[in-house]
């Protein structure tokens, strides 16, 4: 098992700071900076880890397809994603390298004063949607710490280039491609950082993406 950190990275320059020498004690690391207006780039390369860099922002999910691009060409055969604000810590990282499964999520504790009230409800209701969708549990379907194996995601043609990347990966990876799902836990961090969610959008692109996976699994 051939194992890659991949952090899509945006405006994260100073998170990175604390991540990356942490992170790259233990695995292979690849930061791709899309698009970002401050040092990302640089940080990621004084840490000594390779970049990747998009010319313009281009969302989460486009970072995470040149990542896997990038981690194929390379010979890996895995690939953990870890977000780089800093809600993702390197303490639950050799857990992840263990895991066996086709695709690994590390999931979050949803609990009042660890996890701000609105996360807990979406977070609850579109995990169990999805879990609906591919007939298996998902604990966490929001988390973007997860370990994929390479392999799965042969065939897998995204529609949205957002936050609901995720949701397409793993509605492909765990229901077209019924791949196993294992589940790590990990520590839950809200830091106040600035989040790139859009709500409003981020749910109506959720619900499309699993309503297009219904229609075209029938």
């Known amino acids: 098992m051939n194992t890659l950190v991949l952090i899509p990275a945006y405006n994260a320059a100073e998170p ?3 991540l990356l020498p942490e992170v790259v004690k233990q695995c292979p690391v690849l930061v791709v900076d899309d698009g970002s207006k401050d040092n990302t780039r640089k940080t990621a390369i004084d840490s000594g880890v ?3 860099t998009h010319e313009v922002n281009r969302g ?28 993702h810590s390197p303490i639950d990282l050799p857990a992840m390298l263990l895991s066996e499964s086709d695709l690994t999520i590390g999931y979050r504790e949803f609990k009042f004063g660890t996890m701000p009230l609105a996360r807990i409800v979406s977070n609850t209701l579109t995990s169990l949607i999805c879990s ?3 007939g298996k549990r998902v604990r966490d379907s ?7 194996k390479l392999s799965t995601l042969e065939g897998f043609k995204p529609h949205f ?36 969610i859009r709500h409003f959008y981020d749910t109506t692109a959720f619900i499309r993406a699993i309503l297009r996976y219904l229609w075209t699994t029938k």
């Open 60 to 87: 989460k999910g486009e970072a995470l397809l040149t990542g896997f691009r990038w981690a194929s060409e390379k010979g890996f055969t895995h690939v953990i994603t870890i977000d780089a604000d800093g809600q």
């Open 161 to 196: 280039k957002g936050f609901q990347f995720e949701t397409e990966l793993l509605l492909h990876a765990a229901g077209k491609k019924k791949c196993s799902i294992g589940h790590v836990p990990i520590k839950t961090i809200y830091n106040g950082g600035v989040s790139h």
């Open 16 to 18: 990175l700071k604390v």
């Open 142 to 148: 929001q988390s973007g710490y997860r370990k994929v």
């Open 50 to 52: 390779e970049c990747v």
């Open 132 to 134: 609906f969708a591919i």
